[in-house]
């Protein structure tokens, strides 16, 4: 009798140690939970650009777009031209925005931004731009929500003194960002300036 109730006894811790253990596994499983979150997107960039060479044609200047979005300017020791960027919001969030811009010594400029635009770029704004300053403007580049774009006209001006061909490097820098995220544009600029001087 007591031999039966020592084996069942012993049976019985058997089984609460096995549902003990059990138990406790259960308990300290790992769950793991999947799931997608949806981040904002930074997405700013240049649209378009275009170049007027003063008293020159179009062909004096060539583009390669990306970035950086590359131009080649050639011209003469004494003169200008127009760099026009679009830029446009392409992202999912708002856009703060600030430029530098990196000139040779003796270049001179000056800025011109219109818009925002939602739709539209007005015609006279970009698309029949003839190097005449257009009312409406701002110095600063406007900040953009989602699906905005402006425009942004640069008017460099050189006088330099000038002995055969001169070649000159300056760059615009757009930096742009919301909270934790940022990201640059830039465009480089080379000037291929021809004088008249000779040395002798």
Known sequence: ??????????????????ICGTTYTRWSEMIKIKGKVKMGDLCVR??????LVENKSREEAQLAYGNPVKIWIEGSEEGGVWVGLVIANDGSIPAYIRYDIDLPKGFLYETYFYGPYKRGIPHKVWAFWDGSVVEGYSNEPPNLNKGYKFVAWYHITWNQYINGTQQYESKIVYRTWFT????????????KLTGNHTEG
């Not at 009798?1 to 006894?9: A, D, H, K, N, V």
């Not at 240049?46 to 170049?51: E, L, R, T, Y």
């Not at 934790?180 to 000037?191: G, H």
């Open 180 to 191: 934790l995220w940022s990201m640059t544009n830039k465009v480089l600029l080379y000037f």
């Open 1 to 18: 009798m007591s031999r039966t109730l020592t084996l069942l006894s012993l049976i019985l811790i058997i089984i609460s140690l096995a």
């Open 46 to 51: 240049i649209g378009s650009c275009k170049v």
